[in-house]
């Protein structure tokens, strides 16, 4: 697909609504173009079975190339990441997570924790939240289904504390300017081998907790609770400054026309969770999401090949911006005023999209497929 008319169509989209000045339909480049990026991101070789690394790439825009950094050998399939000063990276393993590995900006292994040592039944979720004083990881007891948040020595990753999560299956968790903790409970139970059942008893839920205690503040549910709760970003409008939650969410119902039908996107204002849009990618299954322009959230689809806008000025549209065979991690990528553009990961490479700026499209620098997830690195 032709990005850049892609992009065109965006833009004269938001200009006739009135959210964007013409003016940015001319925008080319900058000086932060010309400047490298660098991603923490998790990957394995192209085929299925090939071992995992997690690493450092390293964009060059005025090159137009993608390297290599650094990359670690990681005990499994990795899911959530967490930039380090230095340019290091924190990786937990794949849920049921058994392991969390962290490594310096030379890609030297520092620490690596067994969780199965901590406990015969709890293991990791999927994420780690980052505190002032302590990581947050998501975690499953799986005698009992019930969501815990383990409270961890940033400096030693040795569990201090273990709370309730405030429902089933947590799976991200995120701080607010309070430093308080949001979680995404799923609500799906799942067994050790990571199968889902009695998904009828479904329960996902929104849960705000005092980030000291871990006692609960506040919860949240959507009418339909076959809506998986997962992925979360904040993002800021600076025009309104007012602070929105986007929650990323996977359809579980049993009919592939009510999954596909399902909207993928949940928008919390700090009061009220609600389904701001129907728009979706025709699966059901927002894999990602990241804050963009002006207090929106981009969404990525692997299973649809598609990354969508959404704007709190038209909140009732999804607005494709990428459309690429296996669009899955984002990250944001400032760019040129006026910010919010993103990094987006694909089948055949990195695709930069900003709203003021021209597309670009970096291929991988060796046969490799991304995994789920990838964040900047300063």
């Not at 701001?276 to 990602?288: E, F, K, L, Q, S």
């Not at 055949?348 to 789920?372: C, E, Q, S, T, Y």
Request: proline share 5%; hydrophobic share 40%; charged share 20%.
């Amino acid at each position: 697909m032709n990005i850049e008319l892609s992009r065109r169509r965006f833009l004269l989209s938001l200009a006739a609504l009135g959210i964007l000045p013409h003016a940015a339909l001319a925008a080319g480049s900058s000086d932060q173009e010309q400047q490298k990026t660098l991603i923490g991101a998790a990957w394995r070789g192209p085929n299925t079975g090939d071992a995992y690394y997690a690493g450092v790439l390293a964009a060059d825009w005025e090159r137009k190339t993608l390297d290599i950094r650094y990359q670690v050998a990681l005990p499994g399939r990795p899911h959530g990441l967490v930039p380090e000063a230095g340019g290091g990276l924190l990786v937990n393993g794949l849920r049921p997570g058994t392991w969390l590995l962290r490594c310096d900006g030379n890609g030297k292994v520092l620490q690596q924790v067994d969780v199965s040592a901590e406990s015969a039944s709890v293991r990791l979720s999927g994420h780690i939240a980052v505190g002032s004083e302590f990581l947050y990881t998501t975690e499953i007891d799986y005698k009992n289904d019930q969501g815990r948040i383990g409270v961890r020595d940033r400096h030693s990753l040795k569990k201090l504390d273990e709370w309730a999560s405030g429902g089933i299956e947590p799976h991200q968790a995120l701080l607010d300017d309070a430093g308080n903790l949001v979680v995404a409970n799923g609500g799906v139970r799942r067994t050790l081998a990571d199968k889902k059942h009695d998904l009828q008893r479904m329960d996902s839920s929104l849960v705000r907790l005092d980030g000291r205690s871990g006692r609960q503040l506040g919860l949240w549910k959507l009418d339909d609770q076959r809506l998986s709760l997962r992925h979360l970003a904040w993002s800021r409008s600076p025009e309104s400054d007012k602070t929105y939650l986007g929650i990323a969410m996977q359809a579980e119902h049993d009919s592939a026309e009510l999954r596909a039908a399902a909207p993928n996107l949940a928008v919390f204002d700090g009061d009220t969770l609600r389904t701001p849009t129907r728009d979706n990618d025709g699966h059901g299954y927002a894999g990602d999401i990241v804050a963009a322009y002006n207090g929106g959230f981009v969404l990525s689809s692997n299973k649809g090949g598609v990354a969508k806008l959404w704007h709190p000025g038209e909140p009732d549209k999804l607005l494709t911006i990428v459309e690429m065979e296996e669009s899955y991690a984002l990250a944001d990528w400032h760019g040129p005023n006026p910010g919010g553009g993103v990094l987006l990961a694909t089948a055949a490479g990195l695709v930069r999209w900003h709203i003021a700026a021209k597309p670009v499209f970096l291929p991988w620098p060796k046969p490799m497929a991304l995994d789920n997830h990838w964040v900047l690195v300063a």
